[in-house]
């Protein structure tokens, strides 16, 4: 199982923009095959910092959807939000309690913050 944290530093001028842009995709992103779970999470000082937090089957089902048409399409305009360059990285599950109940079935999508 595979985990990936995405940091997207918004515009802090366009944060309610983003937010409604992520609020229209992420049940297409939850929907991509092998995605088990998705969250939007925001930083506590507002500061326009939100990560995304997704949890994967596998290596190959993220890759499959990072070199998928759909993250071609997309990610290009979420860029358009943020005021710096995103950063991300990939985790490989070592412990985790939750890991048969994740790979049995899929777990409801969260957005984080308040609004959503």
């Known amino acids: 199982m595979i985990v990936r944290l995405v940091s997207l530093k918004v515009d802090k001028e366009r944060i309610e923009e983003f937010r409604k842009h992520f ?5 297409d992103i939850k929907a991509h ?10 930083d506590l000082e507002g500061l ?3 990560f995304t937090i997704s949890v994967w ?7 499959n959807y ?18 710096e ?3 991300a990285q990939s985790f490989e ?17 969260s957005v984080g913050g ?3």
């Not at 609020?23 to 049940?27: A, D, N, P, S, V």
């Open 93 to 109: 599950v070592i412990l985790d309690d939750n890991a048969p109940r994740l790979l049995n079935q899929q777990m409801p999508v």
């Open 85 to 87: 360059k995103a950063w």
């Open 48 to 50: 326009g910092e939100y």
């Open 33 to 42: 095959q092998g995605c088990l779970y998705l969250q939007l999470v925001r």
């Open 57 to 63: 089957e596998s290596l190959e089902a993220l890759e």
């Open 23 to 27: 609020e229209g995709i992420y049940e």
């Open 114 to 116: 308040e609004g959503i």
């Open 66 to 83: 990072r070199n998928g048409p759909f993250f071609k399409d997309t990610w290009p305009k979420v860029k358009t939000f943020l005021r």
